[in-house]
């Protein structure tokens, strides 16, 4: 049987209230958008169909390649979406499986139990179900007294007793191709002026088809992303999960409820995350790390047995045994070699820290490069930047730059070499000779 997916992402969204369309709001540090995309692309490669209409420009951009763009121009609802897929399906797929991208959370095994069911089943639709207590808007589920089912109710059409249905509509069902195509042309317009894909179901019945229902186990897989709360609600799931998969990794988190990992990030085993820490974009941890509490990572690499406590990496890179923090800011090109320690209240932009060199307090060093056993004085600060210009400080191995040293950029200091407290070095240091004063001279 051949298989089609098609994903329906061209509705506004009203409920969000926002500009942005609502498949690319962010889930996880990505747009909604890209789940449905990867789950039903672990299912089947192709054809994979993309429903776009409002906001497509932007929706099609992160679409990308990997599913074809059909594009309904009027959002007359979600039948009038499917069959704008007709002529580019109509010979190619026996079954269609809809989707809708407002759902990310829907797992690709489960839309192979549906496939399944509906090959199996020798019905025309098969419908995704859930019984859940909370009904979330979701369309009712109607069975007539023998138990089959006749109908999908949505939630504005539906009466009292209907309203009361615990057996909810997941958004997901399987059709067979052939009977779809002509169906779609015949849906009734509902009374809110849409051409609901649910009146399939009744047409069917209508028809003396039945109409097979799978119910789906996890009401967690089924969230609909309709409103911010509800965005909120997925959030919070997928961590919970990303957590899970961690501590079953080796990973300990104190408190999984206040971690945030993105699903981009990699962490070494025996690794130790304290409350309230941020791991986002292309960061890889090592092993045996103590990251947090209060710190954010951004795209850096850690290497094994870091500590970092309450700061800010953004685009660092740590190797081993490097000690970082409390509130401490690393910038983009920031890189600390073996055992470099860097205490409170420093900040190390596109600058190379040598092998245990240590940085205690309130400095921050940009563009330099240090050598290895440097101690960077309280208070020092490279003056990088001229008001039109960035330029480099190099700093040689076992230097020690006294406390409040200004390193008046270009400027290198020698190995060995040794500045007063205070000093404002606007010209080279030879190696092994002290320099103190403002500006600072050589001594001797
Ligand atoms: C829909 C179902 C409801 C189900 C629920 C599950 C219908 C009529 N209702 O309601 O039974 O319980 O999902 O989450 O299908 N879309 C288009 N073009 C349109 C309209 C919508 O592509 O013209 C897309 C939207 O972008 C969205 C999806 O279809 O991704 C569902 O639309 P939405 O308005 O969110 O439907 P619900 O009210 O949630
Ligand atoms: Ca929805």
Redesign the pocket.
Known sequence: MRLAVV?????????MKSRLP??LHPLGGHPLLTYSIATARALIEAPLIL????GAEAVREIAGSQVTIVV?P????????VLQTESVLADVAEAVLVV????PLIRTETLRRLAEAHAVGGSPITLLTISADNP????RIVRDTTGRVSA?V??AQATPAQLAIRE????VACYDATWLWPHLHRLPL?PSG??????LVALAVAEGRSVQALSADDPEE?I???TRAHLAEAEAILRRRINHRWMEAGITLIDPSTTYIQDTVEIGPDTVILPNTHLWGQTRIGAECRLGPNTIVRDTTIGDRCRVEASVLEGALLEDDVDVGPFAHLRPGAHLARGVHMGNFGEVKNSYLGPGTKMGHFSYLGDATVGQNVNIGAGTITCNYDGERKHPTIIEDGAFIGSDTMLVAPVRVGHDAKTGAGAVVTHDIPPGSVAYGVPARVKG
Not at 7 to 15: D, E, F, N, S, W
Not at 136 to 139: H, S
Not at 194 to 199: A, G, Q, S, V
């Open positions: 994903i329906l992402a061209a509705g506004q969204g009203t409920r609502k498949v429903v776009i209409g409002h309904q009027e959002q007359l609802g979600t039948g009038h979406a809708y991208a407002d759902m979330r808007g979701f369309g999908i949505e939630e909810l509509y997941t958004g509902s849409e051409f609901y894909l649910t009146d089924m609909g992303i309709n």
